[in-house]
């Protein structure tokens, strides 16, 4: 994966709604736009790095790019689950991402329950991986700092 780290940025869509109904999990979701300008090397899977809502704290995260096999999505979708509770929705805010690190590919799975069980395993990998020194630096860095008032797209 040579465009790792990949940095990302972009305004918080509405998704299908399952993150946090179904799995209890929220994700933050990019727009079409957005995902369609993921260089094409990335390939589909769960991934780990930092993520920042506005200009507000920096987070571990982990994410999904891919078509979630278990809901036979037709399009493509990143999806960010930021380790971190907020106390509401972010819609509209643009989120600042830095992918770091490869943790398996997407797959199907014969239930929610096996799918929440993954995610909760992708999540304590994210959170094992994140505390590396190497990759500590990166929640540092100045992408996360956007400037005031200045509206980005993508990069």
Same mark, same amino acid.
């Given at each position: 994966?040579?465009h790792l780290p990949y940095f990302c940025r972009g305004e918080v869509v509405k998704g299908f709604?399952?993150?946090?109904?179904?799995?209890?999990?929220?994700?933050?979701?990019?727009?079409?736009?957005?995902? @369609?300008?993921?260089?094409?090397?990335?390939?589909?899977?769960?991934?780990?790095?930092?993520?920042?809502?506005?200009?507000?704290?920096?987070?571990?995260?982990?994410?999904?790019?891919?078509?979630?096999?278990?809901?036979?999505?037709?399009?493509?979708?990143?999806?960010?689950?930021?380790?971190?509770?907020f106390k509401e929705d972010f819609y509209g805010e643009i989120l600042s991402i830095v992918i770091?690190?490869?943790?398996?590919?997407?797959?199907?799975?014969?239930?929610?329950?096996?799918?929440?069980?993954?995610?909760?395993?992708?999540?304590?990998?994210?959170?094992?991986?994140?505390?590396?020194?190497?990759?500590?630096?990166?929640?540092?860095?100045? +992408? +996360?700092?956007?400037? @005031?008032?200045?509206?980005?797209?993508?990069?």
């Open positions: 994966m040579r709604g399952r993150g946090s109904k179904e799995l209890g999990i929220p994700t933050a979701n990019f727009s079409e736009q957005v995902v @369609e300008s993921f260089p094409s090397d990335i390939s589909t899977g769960i991934y780990y790095g930092w993520a920042c809502v506005g200009n507000g704290d920096v987070h571990k995260m982990v994410l999904s790019i891919g078509w979630n096999p278990f809901y036979k999505n037709f399009k493509k979708s990143v999806e960010t689950h930021i380790i971190h509770t770091i690190g490869y943790i398996r590919p997407e797959k199907n799975f014969d239930s929610l329950e096996a799918l929440i069980s993954a995610i909760q395993e992708d999540i304590e990998e994210a959170k094992r991986q994140l505390d590396l020194p190497e990759h500590l630096k990166l929640k540092e860095d100045n +992408f +996360f700092h956007l400037p @005031e008032g200045k509206i980005v797209n993508n990069h």
